[in-house]
């Protein structure tokens, strides 16, 4: 097997995979038309990245069986794309949890005490004590979370630790849940932004969290609050933010941008970027030793059982629904020709099958085939099915 890492990756995750015999190339400056012609020329079945993106080109330029995202998220890819193509997208969920909520409390803190106007102000020969000596302070203050998944979850024992109460937001946050982790669960984002005096953003990208934060979210907000997203810039209208740092007094801790340039270095010029209530770093939440070399250890597990078994640890492209409406369920002996004899029929017969499992019983005399269809077979299909040789019994369940 080749892999194909187009972006930094930790050498003990390449050491790992060596070790495995699988070939490797590593090739962190790889991009965009670059990207597409090393996977027609490498031919790599699998490809490995983390900020580079990874569009339909690039999948359509080789052989590529799976593409594993080194961190949690997934937008860079198109999913889409690869989807059609029968290629399998993975992730790294949750090794990166801890990093990512300790730079979400790190911009909190820098806000909360201006720590980069102090440090500038120092650099500049300027002594300011009366003007940096007022603060809110977080004892007693309310975080507000939108998003509780590994991060949020990690931001909650943060905010603990420094005295704050927390109030929530998530799609999946029941009332048990929310009673778990001790937070005062709310019923939307907006009612977050309301009742907390910081707010912090961790909810993946998808089509239900776009442009999440907007005008109402942060008209909703307490003026002068703290607001915090290190999830993804494109959860945040950013025109709506700058307006309310300029009309409400807000400031900000990013870590992502809507416009942030894909690699590791390059130039930015977004104007939230250059307002003096903006702390941006650059994308860096998940950047910790520590974190790295879990995901690149996650990343090699999901390669080695991918190469063993064909199967992909955490693939994020399965269909959770298909379109099959019954099961065709097979009880027949363990002989050659069993099964294509039956996807034969049902190939002559013009039904697609979408999914399919045999379940081998001891001895390996017999063994119990399903088959997921997208139509019900008639009485013929059944009769020419059970009439194999092989065959002791054929019916037809639900679902």
């Known amino acids: 097997m080749h892999v194909l890492i187009a972006d930094s990756f930790e050498q003990s995750g390449i050491d790992a995979l060596t070790a495995l015999g699988i070939d490797?190339?590593?090739?962190?400056?790889?991009?965009?038309a670059a990207l597409a012609e090393a996977v027609a020329s490498l031919q790599p079945e699998v490809l490995v990245v983390r900020s580079t993106k990874v569009p339909a080109d690039v999948l359509a330029a080789g052989a590529l069986a799976l593409v594993v995202r080194a961190g949690a998220g997934y937008n860079t890819i198109d999913v889409a794309a690869a989807s059609q193509r029968g290629i399998y997208v993975s992730n790294c969920p949750g090794k990166n949890s801890i990093a990512v909520a300790e730079l979400a409390f790190g911009l909190i803190l820098a806000l909360d005490r201006r720590i980069v106007h102090n440090a500038l102000d120092l650099r500049e020969g300027r002594w300011n004590k009366a003007e940096y000596s007022a603060a809110n302070g977080l004892y007693g203050r309310t975080l507000g979370l939108v998003g509780v998944g590994g991060i949020g979850s990690a931001m909650i024992g943060m905010a603990r630790g420094f005295g704050m109460k927390v109030v929530a937001w998530s799609r999946s946050l029941t009332p048990e849940r929310?009673?778990?982790?001790?937070?005062?669960?709310?019923a939307s984002p907006e009612a977050v932004a309301a009742a907390a005096d910081v707010v912090s953003v961790h909810v993946a990208l998808n089509d239900g969290t776009h442009g999440l934060c907007g005008p109402e979210f942060f008209n909703a907000m307490k003026p002068g609050a703290l607001f915090i997203n290190t999830s993804r810039g494109e959860v945040v209208d950013e025109d709506a933010l700058m307006a309310a740092i300029d009309s409400r007094g807000l400031r900000a801790g990013l870590d992502v941008y809507a416009d942030e340039p894909a690699g590791g270095s390059g130039e930015y010029g977004g104007a939230i970027g250059k307002l003096t209530d903006v702390y941006g770093t650059h994308h860096i939440g998940a950047s910790t030793s520590q974190a790295q070399d879990?995901?690149?250890a996650?990343?090699?597990?999901?390669?080695s059982v991918f190469a063993s078994t064909g199967e992909v640890p955490n693939a994020v492209n399965i269909a959770a629904v298909t379109?099959?409406?019954?099961?065709?369920?097979?009880?027949?002996?363990?002989r050659p020709g069993v099964l294509a004899a039956c996807l034969d029929a049902i190939s002559a017969a013009g039904i697609n099958v979408q999914e399919m499992s045999n379940t081998v019983f001891d001895g390996s005399a017999a063994a119990v085939a399903r088959i997921s269809l997208e139509?019900?077979?008639d009485a013929a299909l059944l009769t020419r099915i059970r009439e194999h040789e092989f065959v002791l019994a054929a019916s037809v369940v639900d679902g």
């Not at 996650?298 to 390669?303: C, F, G, N, Q």
């Not at 409406?325 to 002996?333: G, P, S, Y």
């Open 178 to 186: 929310a009673d778990e982790l001790g937070v005062k669960a709310l």
């Open 375 to 377: 139509q019900r077979p």
């Open 24 to 32: 490797v190339t590593v090739n962190p400056q790889l991009s965009g």
């Open 294 to 296: 879990a995901i690149a």
């Open 323 to 334: 379109p099959a409406v019954c099961a065709l369920v097979v009880r027949h002996l363990d």
């Open 298 to 303: 996650e990343a090699v597990r999901v390669i």
